[in-house]
């Protein structure tokens, strides 16, 4: 049943009702009003709220949400009217509240009779969530606890989960009675939006402002960045918060809250040696949108620490920790020492030296700035000019070189050969695919840049994302459905409100808007559009300290505008040409005619305070052309699962060679085919199952009679064990045919994902593969030309189960 979008924004006029019927945490929404405009782009249900003075200081308020969709199971059990559910017997409602939201589930019912059991459960996803063990309440399904007529799911102190579903279980009704306003009581910290963004391509639209609303959904009362879900690590993480708070200061300009989370998080760096730089790159950040130079020099001794630390390190290089997600940044927390992590970790050494010496000779503390500025050209000395020093780096790696300024011909040829392939610029998670999107456009990679927000960020909106996910994968909406259960792996159960993915918001501000910082505080600042690529138009807001700076470039119609607030300085405006010829600009009417121009715009210079109306008329025919990119797509793309061999494998697979796993991870190599090395298992649990002798699930004995049900598993629900990893080194370079054998005799739902790695470059080889349904055992065929990682990964489930591996030429 869906009822009109009206009742969506119902809790700013009927919240305080509804939450005087039971006690909450904090005061119900209060001290603004709705006044704003709406935008369609955002799925924020406050969008158009504004506090009349929010401060940082301020307690969390609380609003009201109504589903916008509800489903009966069986549809028997109830009789709907809107928000009203007369039960009949033992049933389910699962309600879709329409988007991500910081919040907990009530219902309100006075009539349930004695003996009426139920139980609640939500989830970011369509089906009841689980976590990891060390979470309040792991299994985010409970019995509710009572207040008063109100019914309500409690799974943690704080009350609060990241909810887009919820579920009310009728598991017993002796007699009927009436469930009303079911509704999600959310959370919300007061911020204001300051920053707005608009262009020709809605999907652009959408990813700034579900980036931001990211980051608001995850301000807690006294700290910054907290994971939204509940999994026992709800705290704020140094790194995390370095693209978040670069979002929230160009969506929300909330400078005293990105300030206390720096000085909170000052003596913090989670134990990995990259966060501690990005804490440094946030508090340098943090400097050039606000020229707060007290805050920066009182910081200055934690900062000194940590670029020092850096520098007696860069040789040896520390017990990096964790790089990111990525499998070719050691897949987390797995293999943090490969290479490509070194060579990613020195560049951010590099990149941090630089940004903060930057900072301090801004600051006007030129020691400072002369010492790290050395570090930085010390380590950089010994790079060549050539592509000799930088031709092992990975995507990741150079991405870091161009981020620190690194421009010299064998980066910039190495960055050419990592950002043209699609596949190989993804990232696996858009924390770090920031970064990569940074230094695409510091070397003229926009276009491409584009295509990849389109994959990643986009690629999540397609989803049915309305916040932005720890991870991600674009193959995953070829394998799901909207809104289904992601596949869990390196980093454990995957969250689907991650503020760490929000960086792309402060990305688009600056690259496509075009208006960058160029002194402290926004002193003077550039302001330079994207309007190429498709890209017709764009308009929008940063905020700056002493007001906000607003612009709007049209190329089709060639209006324009600009404000330039007081005390500022817009030191270069670039209009865009479109690959037209400038035939008249006028400023504020009046004609202008001492404009520096090249191919791609027309430059004014020095604008003061004031607001600008510009009028430029074209000569020519608009370019419109677009980037022309293959499609995305995987060098392995034909799988065949089989269902129905089940446990008989012989005469069908195996004709080369085979292992089962019987002993755990230990694998016997006697039936291995000898163009197949030693196989190495990484972070596998193990499981035995008592079957009959005859079941036709278990596999057959290699000789004789008998069978064997046995499996490698997930180690759920330990933190981060939701994936193991199988490791073939291939001795020839010739196809094989590689069957994996996956088996669930105990109907514990097992849905798992796979994935397959070049062994050697990490790359991934395939889209991911979904398993599921494999109670009476299903295999999973491909083949491969190379030695290869293959990832097992839970989705749902007791765990993700492998019985078996098969090898045969084909």
């Known amino acids: 049943m869906k009822w009109p979008l009206i009742l969506f924004f119902l809790q700013a006029i009927t919240g305080n009702a509804v939450l005087a019927q039971s006690a909450a945490p904090y005061r119900p929404l209060h001290g603004g009003q709705l006044n704003a405009p709406p935008v369609p782009a955002s799925p924020d249900p406050l969008i158009r709220y504004r506090w009349a003075n929010p401060h940082y200081t301020d307690p969390l308020q609380v609003y009201t949400l109504y589903p916008l969709k509800a489903n009966a199971f069986p549809a028997a059990s109830f009789v709907q009217h809107h928000n009203t559910f007369n039960v009949k017997a033992p049933g389910t409602l699962m309600f879709d509240f329409g988007v991500e939201s910081a919040a907990w589930l009530e219902f309100d019912a006075d009539n349930i009779p004695a003996g009426t059991e139920i139980t609640m459960s939500i989830s970011e996803y369509n089906e009841p969530a689980i976590v990891n063990a060390g979470a309040a309440h792991p299994v985010k399904t409970a ?41 999600l009581v959310c959370q919300v910290k007061p911020v204001n939006y300051a920053g707005s963004f608009s262009c020709s391509d809605t999907v652009l639209n959408r990813i700034w402002y579900t980036g931001a609303y990211t980051v608001k959904l995850n301000l807690m009362q006294d700290y910054f960045g907290a994971i939204l879900m509940e999994r026992s690590d709800r705290h704020s993480w140094t790194g995390d918060a370095y693209p978040a708070q670069a979002a929230s200061l160009v969506a929300f300009a909330n400078y005293n809250a990105v300030k206390e989370n720096i000085r909170r998080t000052a003596g913090k760096d989670n134990g ?23 805050f920066l020099q009182s910081l200055l001794p934690v900062a000194a620490r940590r670029l020092k630390l850096a520098y007696r390190e860069y040789d040896s290089i520390p017990s990096l920790g964790f790089m990111g997600w990525d499998e070719r940044l050691g897949a987390g927390f797995e293999h943090p020492q490969l290479q490509e992590c070194q060579d990613a970790y020195k560049m951010l050494c590099i990149h941090a030296w630089k940004d903060f010496s930057a900072a301090m000779l801004a600051a006007g503390d030129t020691a400072a700035a002369l010492l790290f500025s050395r570090y930085a050209a010390e380590k950089t000395a010994g790079f060549s000019q050539g592509s000799a020093s930088f031709e092992r780096y990975g995507v990741h790696a150079i991405a870091e070189a161009l981020n620190a300024g690194l421009t010299n011909p064998g980066v910039l040829q190495q960055a050419a050969a990592c950002f043209k392939d699609r596949l190989n610029r993804l990232s696996y998670s858009p924390f770090n695919q920031y970064f990569i999107i940074r230094a695409m456009a510091r070397s003229s990679f926009i276009p491409q840049a584009l295509t990849t927000i389109r994959d990643c960020w986009g690629g999540q909106l397609h989803y049915g994302g309305t916040s932005f996910f720890e991870v991600y994968r674009p193959s995953w ?36 808007l075009g208006i960058r910082s160029a002194a402290p505080g926004f002193k003077q600042f550039v302001v330079k559009p994207y309007l190429q690529n498709g890209l017709t138009y764009v308009k929008g807001v940063v905020p700056a300290p002493s007001g906000n700076i607003a612009a709007s470039f049209d190329l089709r119609s060639g209006q324009c505008e600009l404000t330039v607030p007081p005390g500022t300085q817009a030191v270069k405006v670039g209009l865009p040409k479109g690959g037209r010829k400038i035939k008249q600009l006028r400023i504020n009417n009046r004609l202008y005619n001492t404009a520096v121009e090249d191919s791609n715009y027309v430059y004014i210079s020095n604008l003061q305070p004031g607001h600008y109306v510009i009028r430029i008329q ?38 080369d060679g085979f292992t089962f796993f019987e002993e755990g991870a230990r694998v016997d190599e006697s039936h291995l085919p000898s163009y197949i090395g030693s196989i190495t298992i990484n972070k596998a649990g193990f499981i035995r199952w008592q079957t009959a002798a005859t079941d036709p699930r278990a596999l057959q004995n290699p000789a004789g009679n008998g069978r064997t049900a046995s499996a490698i598993i997930t180690r759920d629900p330990l933190p981060t064990q939701q994936t193991f990893t199988i490791d073939l080194p291939l001795k020839e370079k010739h196809p094989v045919c590689i069957s994996l054998y996956f088996l669930d005799p105990d109907a514990q739902q097992r849905r798992s994902a796979v994935e397959i790695f070049d062994l050697d470059t990490l790359a991934i080889l395939a889209p991911v593969q979904l398993i599921d349904h494999y109670e009476k055992g299903k295999y999973l065929r491909f083949t491969v030309d190379r030695p290869v990682r293959i990832r097992i990964n839970q989705v749902r489930g007791k765990n993700a189960a492998l019985a078996g591996l098969f090898f045969d030429r084909p």
């Not at 207040?147 to 598991?171: K, P, S």
């Not at 501690?276 to 707060?292: E, Q």
């Not at 052309?625 to 195996?654: A, M, N």
């Open 272 to 294: 990995i040696p990259a966060y501690s730089l990005y804490w440094v790159l946030s508090l340098a950040d943090y400097f050039n949108y606000t020229g707060d130079t007290a």
């Open 477 to 512: 909406n070829a394998i799901l459905k909207p809104n289904d259960a992601p596949p869990n792996n390196q980093c454990g159960y995957t969250s689907l409100a991650h503020p760490w993915g929000a960086g792309v918001t402060c990305w688009l501000s600056e690259n496509i």
């Open 618 to 655: 074209y000569r020519g025919m608009l370019n419109s052309s677009t980037l022309q990119e293959p499609p995305l797509s995987c060098s392995q793309h034909t799988f065949i699962q089989d269902s129905v061999t089940s446990g008989s494998w012989r005469g069908k697979y195996g004709k």
């Open 143 to 183: 019995v509710p606890v009572k207040h008063g007529n109100t019914y309500r799911l409690e799974l943690n102190d704080a009350l609060y989960e990241g909810v887009r579903f919820g579920w009310i279980h009728i598991n017993k009704a002796p007699a009927p009675f009436t469930i009303k306003e079911v509704r």
